[in-house]
């Protein structure tokens, strides 16, 4: 991200954004409720138009009105706080539909790579179930299994575990640590501060528009140097 800019009306979001996140990184946004991490991320995801800037993808700019969204989506997987699966339709089903709908692969291949999916994030046992069947944390690691199963070359995840109890956090952000380690590129919003430290390459903290600190786990967290940072620090841990 260069330079991107974001206000709805008056209210500015994103004031001028820069961020880089190389392949197989994890990159960690933290910051107050409302400090526009959500907004960053649907910028990526092409959920939001930018008002300026450039967002760059594999060094395409995809905020060029001319790309074709859908497949620059296509190519990302992107993972909310509202697990947003479909309570009518099958595990199995919610996993496949965006493999056959957006990138048109054949009904046996979908279902065959949306089991395989399944059985990454524990849950082979449980494709014929309906949503309101499982735990959250088995619907929020339905909804990163959906994400995943279409390859994609970045994962965008805001605030997954925010609305699990506090027992099942551990198996979603577990889940998120071994993707991690298989060389997934993310980024990440959290107030998950032990994922952190122990999972990102680089902490972003957000405040007033901008990336206002930024460093590795040990640094930001660690070691801030910005007033404003050690202040959120200090009220969150
Ligand atoms: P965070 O995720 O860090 O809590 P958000 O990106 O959700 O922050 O929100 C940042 C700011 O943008 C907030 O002031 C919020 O009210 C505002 N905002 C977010 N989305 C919209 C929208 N669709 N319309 C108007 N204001 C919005
Ligand atoms: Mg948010």
Known sequence: ????????????????????????????????????????????DLLEDVDDGVILLDGEDITDPRRDADAV????????????????????????????????????EAQERAHAMLERVGLGARADAFPDELSGGQ????AIARAL???????????VTS?????????????????????????VATHEMGFARHVADEVCYLHAGT???RGTPEQV???PQQPRTREFLRRII
Do not use: W
């Open 163 to 187: 609305a699990l109890d506090p027992e099942l956090v551990g198996e979603v952000l577990d889940l998120l640590g071994e993707l991690k380690a298989e060389g997934m590129t993310m980024v």
């Open 1 to 44: 991200m260069q330079g991107v800019r974001k206000a709805f009306g008056t209210n500015v979001v994103l004031d001028g954004v820069d961020l880089d996140v190389d392949a197989h990184r994890c990159v960690v946004l933290i910051g107050a409720s409302g400090s526009g991490k959500s907004t960053l991320l649907r910028t990526v």
């Open 211 to 213: 990336v206002h600190e």
């Open 139 to 142: 619907q929020q690691r339905v």
């Open 221 to 223: 967290l660690g070691d």
């Open 149 to 159: 199963v279409t390859s994609p070359r970045l994962m965008l995840l805001d605030e």
């Open 73 to 108: 989506r296509a190519r990302m997987g992107m993972v909310f706080q509202a697990f947003n699966l479909f309570p009518h339709m099958r595990v199995l089903d919610n996993v496949t539909l965006a493999s056959r709908l957006v990138h048109r692969v054949p009904r046996r």
